[in-house]
């Protein structure tokens, strides 16, 4: 008797006539399976990127690839746009607050 086994992206059954070597349910799945390995792949390198900019206190670097408003890895000024750069909409709008406020100060002083 075949042995049950399942899609290795998305877990749904693979049928029992499948070949031994069918990992995927379909060429939808596998070709998601293969872009999540690639990304995989990229946010490692990143990672190195970061531990390298870390160690050798490169600053801009460091600021590229984490979130300016809370330190959390992004990698966003690598693999998003740039205004993509803030983790969450939250640290986007805690750091627009702040800018607004010192641009309210500024123009108190003044
Ligand atoms: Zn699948
Ligand atoms: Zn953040």
Known sequence: MARVRYCENCGARLPLKASARRRYCDDVC???AYRRRVASDRIWTLGMMLAEAEHLGDRRMIRLLTCPE???????G??????MRYCSGKCRSRAYR???ARRARIAAAA
């Open 30 to 32: 596998r070709s998601q």
């Open 70 to 76: 809370c330190g959390v890895i992004t990698f966003a």
């Open 78 to 83: 690598a693999i998003h746009r740039i205004d």
């Open 98 to 100: 702040r800018r607004a």
